[in-house]
T-cell receptor, first 112, second 111 residues
Framework: NAGVTQTPKFQVLKTGQSMTLQCAQDMNHNSMYWYRQDPGMGLRLIYYSASEGTTDKGEVPNGYNVSRLNKREFSLRLESAAPSQTSVYFC???????????FGQGTRLTVV | QKEVEQNSGPLSVPEGAIASLNCTYSDRVSQSFFWYRQYSGKSPELIMSIYSNGDKEDGRFTAQLNKASQYVSLLIRDSQPSDSATYLCAVNVDSNYQLIWGAGTKLIIKP
């Protein structure tokens, strides 16, 4: 029972490089989310997908793009990484709009 | 702007005592309320969910919801050092696919 799986767990990028964070869930959940968490701060929503085929911006979408590849997978892309994007990124999924979120183990990203 | 407020702490509680964590929210139509625990360097994990006014107990944990006062709390009885973590409060408005998160309260249980 894997739940929500994120890859990679750690990544170091140089400024200007691009990368894609992968997320997959095996719980047949409809909604998927990408958050970032900076030291001493709460979770900030980057993008979400309420259902397969839809994506919407969250609180801090600038510098990111997402793709809901299918019901299971939701990827986050950084086209041109900046030091301000150094953070821990969490993917999460929810069965529907009123239920709890389940989180992946996180990706610790450092942009130098 | 929908908001969820928590005292950032740290909240220091002696081992064996009751830890009380509080959360207030701004949106009166909020319907789903969650408490998550996050250990340092780990992802948030769900402790309790509560949907209606009153108390909900699960082992050493009790969630309390008062929708009229827009207040949800988490009580941890017989606190253990392993309860030391950051506790995040999250609120959802039904039909809204986003959880609104508090910044978390850091709890320290002193042996």
């Amino acid at each position: 029972n894997a739940g929500v799986t994120q890859t990679p767990k750690f990544q170091v990028l140089k400024t200007g490089q691009s990368m894609t964070l992968q997320c997959a869930q095996d719980m047949n959940h409809n909604s998927m989310y990408w958050y970032r968490q900076d030291p001493g701060m709460g979770l900030r929503l980057i993008y979400y997908s309420a259902s397969e085929g839809t994506t919407d911006k969250g609180e801090v979408p600038n510098g990111y793009n997402v793709s809901r590849l299918n019901k299971r997978e939701f990827s986050l892309r950084l086209e041109s990484a900046a030091p301000s994007q150094t953070s821990v990124y969490f993917c999460a999924s929810m069965r529907d709009s009123s239920t709890e979120a389940f989180f992946g183990q996180g990706t610790r990203l450092t942009v130098v | 702007q929908k908001e969820v407020e928590q005292n950032s702490g740290p909240l220091s509680v002696p081992e064996g005592a009751i830890a009380s964590l509080n959360c207030t929210y701004s949106d009166r139509v909020s319907q789903s309320f969650f408490w998550y625990r996050q250990y340092s360097g780990k992802s948030p994990e769900l402790i309790m969910s509560i949907y209606s006014n009153g108390d909900k107990e699960d082992g050493r944990f009790t969630a309390q919801l008062n929708k009229a006062s827009q207040y949800v709390s988490l009580l941890i009885r017989d606190s253990q050092p392993s309860d030391s973590a950051t506790y995040l409060c999250a609120v959802n408005v039904d039909s809204n696919y986003q959880l609104i998160w508090g910044a978390g309260t850091k709890l320290i249980i002193k042996p």
